[in-house]
């Protein structure tokens, strides 16, 4: 009888433990749109007092989207259903549409938020406005605000705010580290993965509103009718979202699909060819939003295989996108294998002369800085030297660079920096912002993109909290003046905990995770010291590639007389690329701040530095003490174990044990390698390596990722 009786109870108690840990289970699927219950009773209440219906009147073309979003969301978060309601009902409070096409002081995509007598007035021009107004209610819910008496209008910055793919035909994504690409091409256009109705709802919620469905390095396949039927299905899928789909194309494809000989941009047949390849996608896409191009890039075809021009292959692709009002984003990533000339300066050497040739329907796309999403790049110097011609902003939120999906960065701080940076190009205060929302110079079009971090993977981004990469795109392209702390706020609080210490203990870990990493792999500016080809781990010593400038020895220039390369005046000028005000900030070599020096200066290892080191005692003891931190970071991720979910939470410790290993491999091979070089030894205080370098170079294969 007591044998039964504890079998009873030690039965109840296992489905108490089952049912708790079930209720918490968390695999990242929801990211920032978990939608959970508010656990504070009281604020619970207080949300539900105000929110009892949702007014739709005219039941406003386009606005489904957000009021079942609205319905979901308050739902899980006030756990009771939100009547849906043609007009606010008497009595009670709750939310309204609004959608009014003349409404002033917001843009075509810009919203309010009214508390008018007690209901929450959400205006937009159009249903995509509604929809982003309908979002910043829910994130004001979802991280405690008050709603009460709320007024605010808001329009996003940027006109154009998308996600690249880089993801293949075949499924495979390249520099993808979160499982096989999202869409399913041997399914569609028959089969719609509930997935992608979820991709395009966290797109909207911060914002972004078109999505380049392909790779920049172009399979011509994807413009057969097959695969326009099948980014059709996408298209349909994310519209009601406010989210246009792009694709990347092959230059060659008048070639290699059309059955011509040629792909000159000046032949008539395939200019031909490329007017009547738009118009079939208009017809299946009525909204499709345009072309990415990589030209000439990398051993992709372009224009200049023929002789013609950037201006040329990008205006010949205009011509025939603007009777549909589609665009041509034209990538600035090219640089030709020169042994003598300096790669940062091929992307300005290039596009500079053609400025004011290209059609108002181009803008050039440029990444962040002039070499490659390194950790630390300085800004590409084409950032305010187009003034006729639009430029976008390119970021990469898969880590290619930055320690694939092992290593945690939070790369708001990265993007800020260099949205921050002033290029001086028409005096203090012409910030990369501000060039590219287009006060700096009247753009016609304006635009910022980030190469997406997403997969097949559950919880979209390998890494947890790489999700916070994606938000951080959306929001900075949306409003480039928020800082860094405030996104990471709204998204610890969204996606991990609502427990203030514990979002500010997190938040301080993502405020300083970049640049930890930056300290254990590119200290000081330098730069490209990863493996080739893979670009994952270090290689300080490659001195051997297909193209020089896909070595190391390149860019680091490390010799027994010092580090660094020169791109003054006596160097390389790269310098001379950039208006005065921005070139004295760096030019000097004892002013030019330590994070930016290696980019710019080559200087001898005994070199005094402002931080009382020398060059060499700086470089060891940033390698030492990154490492270090991100055992502190580990420890720090701990001490928040029970605010966060069990899964997310044993994930993210997972990593940082991958992280700190990697960390330390990093350390011992620049270490090692640079002492070599300098036939410096490694100063005391600092525990040497317990492998020699010959022994890190074989780490390499360890990793399998040869
Ligand atoms: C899509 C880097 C990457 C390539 C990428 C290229 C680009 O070189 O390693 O994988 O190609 O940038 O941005 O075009």
């Not at 979002?135 to 007024?151: A, C, D, S, V, Y």
């Not at 040329?312 to 294998?337: C, H, Q, T």
């Not at 990469?396 to 999906?405: D, F, I």
């Not at 701040?593 to 060059?615: A, N, Q």
Request: glycine residues 8%; hydrophobic residues 40%; contains cysteine.
């Amino acid at each position: 009888m007591i044998l039964m009786r504890f079998m009873k109870l030690l039965f109840v108690l296992l489905f108490l433990v089952f049912q708790a840990a079930a209720a918490r289970a968390e695999d990242g699927y929801r990211l920032w749109l978990r939608y959970d219950l508010i656990s504070n009773a009281a604020q619970r209440a207080s949300y539900a007092g105000k929110l009892n219906f949702i007014a739709n009147e005219y039941e406003y073309p386009g606005t489904a989207a957000a009021e079942e979003e609205v319905v979901r969301a308050l739902k899980g978060l006030l756990g009771k259903e939100v009547k849906r309601v043609k007009k606010a009902e008497q009595g009670k409070k709750g939310i309204v549409f609004r959608l009014n096409a003349q409404e002033e002081g917001i843009s075509e995509e810009g919203f309010k938020l009214n508390d008018q007598g007690g209901n929450i007035l959400i205006t937009g021009k159009t249903a995509a406005g509604v929809l982003y107004g309908s979002f910043e209610l829910l994130r004001k819910i979802q991280t405690g605000q008050k709603i009460e008496g709320i007024t605010m209008a808001s329009s996003p910055k940027i006109a154009l705010r998308l996600l690249n793919h880089w993801d293949n035909h075949n499924g495979t994504i390249e520099r993808g580290y979160a499982g096989q690409s999202l869409w399913k091409w041997y399914e569609l256009p028959e089969r719609i993965d509930t997935r992608y109705i979820d991709y395009a709802r966290a797109n909207a919620s911060i914002g972004i509103n078109g999505t380049v469905v392909n790779n920049v390095n172009a399979s011509a396949r994807f413009l057969t009718g097959e695969y326009i039927g099948k980014v059709k299905a996408l298209a349909d899928v994310f519209r009601p979202y406010g989210i246009k789909v792009y694709m990347s194309v092959n230059f060659a494809s008048p070639r290699l699909i059309g059955g011509l000989k040629t792909a000159d941009p000046l032949d008539e047949q395939v200019r031909t060819f490329w007017k009547n390849k738009v118009k079939e996608i208009y017809t299946e896409i009525p909204d499709f939003g345009g072309f990415l191009v990589k030209a000439n890039s990398e051993g992709e075809p372009g224009p200049m295989d023929y002789n013609r021009t950037h201006a040329d292959g990008a205006n010949m692709l205009a011509e025939a996108l603007k009777p549909y009002k589609g665009i041509v984003m034209w990538r600035s990533f090219v640089y030709a294998a020169d042994p003598k000339g300096d790669r940062f300066k091929a992307a300005y050497n290039e596009f500079k002369p053609f400025d004011g040739q290209f059609a108002e329907n181009v803008i050039i796309q440029v990444k962040n800085g002039p070499i490659d999403f390194m950790p630390r790049e300085p800004i590409s110097p084409l950032f305010g030297a187009l003034e006729k011609t639009p430029v976008s902003m390119e970021f990469q939120l898969t880590q290619e660079y930055l320690g694939w999906a092992t290593h945690w960065v939070f790369e708001a701080p990265l993007f800020k920096e260099c949205l921050d940076t002033d290029t001086h190009v028409k005096g203090k205060g012409s910030t990369v912002s501000k060039v590219l929302d287009g006060s700096v110079y009247p753009y016609r079009l304006t635009s910022m993109v980030g190469v997406a971090n997403t997969g097949s993977d559950r919880n979209w981004t390998g890494h947890p909290m790489a999700q916070a990469n994606w938000y951080a795109l959306g929001r900075l392209a949306w409003d480039h003046g928020i800082t860094s702390s405030e996104i990471a706020d709204e998204w610890v609080r969204m996606s991990l905990t609502s427990n203030t210490p514990a979002v500010e203990s997190v938040k301080k870990l993502m405020l300083q995770s970049r640049e930890v990493y930056v300290k254990y792999t590119s200290p000081m500016g330098l730069h490209h010291l990863m493996g080739e080809g893979h670009h994952f781990g270090p290689e300080p010593w490659l001195v051997k590639a297909p193209r020089p400038d896909w070595t190391a020895l390149y860019y680091h220039r490390a010799d027994s007389s010092g580090i660094g390369f020169d791109r003054t005046k006596g160097g390389s000028d790269a310098l001379g690329q950039y208006a005065e005000g921005l070139r004295k900030v760096y030019e000097d070599p004892e002013k030019c701040p330590l994070p930016f020096l290696m980019w710019f200066h080559h200087l001898s290892w005994d070199h005094r530095l402002s931080s009382g080191r020398t060059v060499w005692e700086e470089i060891v003891n940033s390698y030492y003490t990154g490492a270090e931190e991100v055992l502190k970071m580990e420890e720090a991720w701990q001490k928040v174990k029970t605010d966060i979910d069990p899964e997310v939470h044993a994930n993210v410790a997972a990593r940082f044990r991958t992280q700190y290993k990697e960390a330390v491999w990093w350390r011992d091979a620049c270490v090692l390698y640079f002492a070599q070089q300098s036939r410096k030894e490694i100063p005391s205080g600092y525990p040497l390596p317990t492998r020699t370098l010959e022994e890190v170079k074989k780490l390499v294969e360890v990793y399998h990722v040869r």
